[in-house]
């Protein structure tokens, strides 16, 4: 259940949260060198549900993915995430949950250009220390869900076409079986087709797994896709300027 | 996974890299063989002559004395006179007394004349004496032994034929065809200027410098008499009491009948350290340099990286990555290309040992091991890691900058 602003709503389910957002604001300079804020309001995602968030650019999709990923650290408010509170967390250990539990993947330049599509998956589980028997056996069900030829794991990542490319990305962000998926504009670089066969793709995946998933676009003919989906406007108030110091 | 991410970057990056690890073999190389010729030239040195308390020669510098001397390098400024040696010998307080005369040489290889003491008494190394591999030492007027790289480099067996030329280059125009030596004895390898050196008798060295005509009768007739040398190069002694050095050497610098120089070889030889330290600062000065800016290359071509690897990073930092895994991983691939050019640069000085190791000896006289493993060079490469750690902390900084301010948005 996508929840925005209802308290009594929000206990109800509280054990089954993915994701519970309660007033953050976030506070950058901007290209002005004034300081700009974004304040999310109380904001939550049930266990299990694939959210569509669409928005121009600018509107604070980006900044949410990075405070849900625990790149970013909120001013104010406080960030849950399966019950733990991230925003509490050092930078050290926000970074070990993000290994462990979210898995990301962004427009482009989601891989390392210079390792094969292995050492790409490789080094998702060397950061998460899962283990290398984990390893094999889900790669090679990623493989076969994902349809990638077992042939191109040993090819360097940027001999890859945009499409493999994506593929491989969705591959190392279920590697770890994370709880959390992040999405980031993905079909941005792939024409109507490749944009659908992704989507459905990744939807299955999510929905085999019970893999929460907040797909952020600005695109929002994608919406028919999903059966939740939200303007990013109804629950952050967008952009608040003051002078900077 | 770290060094096998590194290296796979590395290798995406090869040309710069290579050029990078280039100029750093370079500068290690400088440095690794300084060091190892200032410690082989030393133990070289050191081990050239054992048991000699002093030696005797024609008044100039003491180095100079000791160099033609004992290590056949530079040219003697004068003679001493044939008489001063059997007053040495004479001395109740000369044990043994060998006399060396220099000045002729055999295909760049120098020509002694000496006496059946030299086989005797002088040593070498720790308190070795000299020993033949084959044949025995000079019997005939004409007789000659040489040594070992002499008979490698020229392929001389006993019994083979010899022609010494006048003058020490390794070209002349003045051969002493008229008198052919026999090789009658090798020696064995000692890996002192030894090995280099053609020895024959003292009244040999004498009677090749004689008139055609009168060489000639004593070519012809080998049971004549050959002359007695009115003058020798030097004289190496060694005293029945090492107390006695002191007082002999004063005796002999103020010998009346002669112009004679006594030196202690040990005192020599410092004095030799002490001029070659400054060379040697000198060198490791202008080495340390070089290897600075190699270095400074190598944190500049990690920093002009840093720009194209923003996205790399970021994607480092969403699969969760700590900034200082990110820092780690910049540094360790700058350790990589030192390391590898430190094993490079060994394998380059040891092949360059090998290879050059007759010539160095020939021209320098230096006789260099090709293993350069020693305590020295673990100091070395200590330093050099040190170092390369240091000045990788600059394009690590700048990394750990990339890292903080890297998101999901990066383009």
Same mark, same amino acid.
């Given at each position: ?36 804020? #974004? ?38 408010? !406080? ?49 998460? @220390? ?13 493989? !076969? ?44 670089? &792939? ?55 | ?67 033609? !001397? ?192 006594? &030196? ?19 060198? @490791? ?5 070089? #290897? ?31 900034? @200082? ?16 050019? #430190? ?69």
């Amino acid at each position: 259940m996508l929840t925005k602003n209802n308290p009594h709503l929000m206990n109800s389910h509280r054990e089954n949260l993915a994701i519970e957002l309660c007033d953050v604001v976030h506070t950058y300079p901007n290209s002005n060198n004034n300081l700009a804020s #974004l304040h999310f309001d109380k904001w939550s995602v049930d266990v299990g549900q694939q959210v569509f968030l669409y928005g121009d650019s600018g509107s604070g999709k980006s900044t949410l993915l990075n405070l849900l990923s625990g790149i970013l650290a909120p001013q104010q408010g !406080s960030i849950k995430l399966f019950g733990k509170d991230i925003s509490q967390l050092s930078n050290s250990a926000r970074d070990r949950f993000r290994a462990e539990n979210i898995g990301v993947v962004f427009q482009q330049f989601n891989l390392v250009p210079y390792l094969t599509v292995a050492k790409n998956i490789e080094l998702a589980v060397y950061l998460a @220390k899962s283990s290398r028997q984990q390893l094999t056996q889900s790669l090679s069900e990623l493989t !076969s869900a994902l349809k990638l030829p077992k042939s191109l794991l040993n090819t360097p990542v940027a001999n890859l076409s945009v499409g493999q490319q994506q593929r491989v990305a969705i591959m190392r962000a279920f590697i770890n079986s994370p709880q959390l998926l992040l999405i980031d504009e993905p079909t941005s670089a &792939l024409d109507n087709s490749a944009k659908d066969a992704f989507m459905t793709l990744l939807l299955d995946m999510c929905r085999a797994h019970n893999t929460t998933m907040i797909f952020v676009s600005h695109d929002n003919t994608l919406e028919r896709f999903f059966s939740l989906h939200t303007p990013i406007s109804s629950f952050c108030n967008g952009l608040t300027k003051q002078e900077s110091n | 996974m770290l060094v096998s991410i590194a290296w796979q970057s590395l290798v995406s990056r090869r040309k710069t890299v290579f050029l990078t690890f280039l100029s750093l073999v370079v500068s290690i190389s400088v440095l690794i063989s300084v060091e190892h010729i200032r410690l082989q030239a030393k133990e070289s040195f050191n081990r050239t002559i054992s048991g000699v308390d002093l030696i005797v020669g024609a008044p100039s510098g003491e180095l100079n004395l000791l160099l033609y !001397s004992v290590f056949r390098m530079g040219n003697p400024t004068n003679n001493i006179k044939y008489d001063s040696f059997t007053m040495l010998k004479a001395n109740p307080s000369v044990a043994w007394a060998i006399p060396i005369s220099l000045g002729d040489s055999h295909r760049g290889f120098r020509v002694m004349g000496t006496n059946s003491d030299y086989f005797t008494h002088f040593k070498y190394g720790n308190d070795k004496p000299l020993s033949l591999a084959t044949g025995k030492t000079f019997d005939g007027p004409f007789d000659t032994v040489i040594g070992s790289d002499v008979a490698i480099s020229l392929g001389y067996q006993q019994g083979d034929q010899i022609v010494i030329a006048h003058g020490i280059g390794s070209t002349s125009f003045v051969n002493h065809k008229q008198a052919p030596f026999t090789v009658t004895g090798i020696l064995a390898p000692t890996g002192t200027p030894v090995d280099k050196t053609v020895h024959v008798s003292l009244p040999a060295i004498e009677a090749i410098h004689l008139p055609p005509s009168q060489l000639q009768k004593l070519v012809d007739n080998p049971q004549l008499q050959l002359p007695q040398p009115n003058s020798i190069t030097s004289v190496i002694l060694g005293l029945s009491s090492k107390f006695a050095t002191f007082t002999l050497q004063r005796q002999i610098n103020n010998y009346q009948d002669d112009r004679l120089m006594a &030196l202690l070889p040990g005192v020599a030889m410092a004095q030799l350290w002490q001029l070659m330290a400054n060379v040697e600062n000198l060198l @490791k000065i202008i080495g340390y340099l070089v #290897l600075l800016a190699s270095l400074f290359g190598l944190a500049t071509m990690l920093l002009a990286t840093m720009n194209e690897r923003q996205r790399e990073i970021a994607v480092f930092r969403i699969l969760g990555a700590s900034p @200082k895994l990110i820092v780690s991983l910049v540094i360790l691939e700058a350790l990589i290309i030192s390391i590898l050019a #430190l094993l490079f640069s060994l394998a380059v000085v040891t092949l360059s040992l090998t290879v050059l190791d007759s010539w160095l000896a020939a021209e320098y006289g230096l006789f260099l091991s090709n293993n350069v493993l020693s305590p020295d060079l673990f100091i070395l490469s200590s330093i050099i890691m040190g170092a390369t750690l240091l000045t990788a902390l600059v394009p690590g900084l700048e990394a750990y900058k990339k890292v903080l301010h890297s998101q999901l948005s990066c383009r």
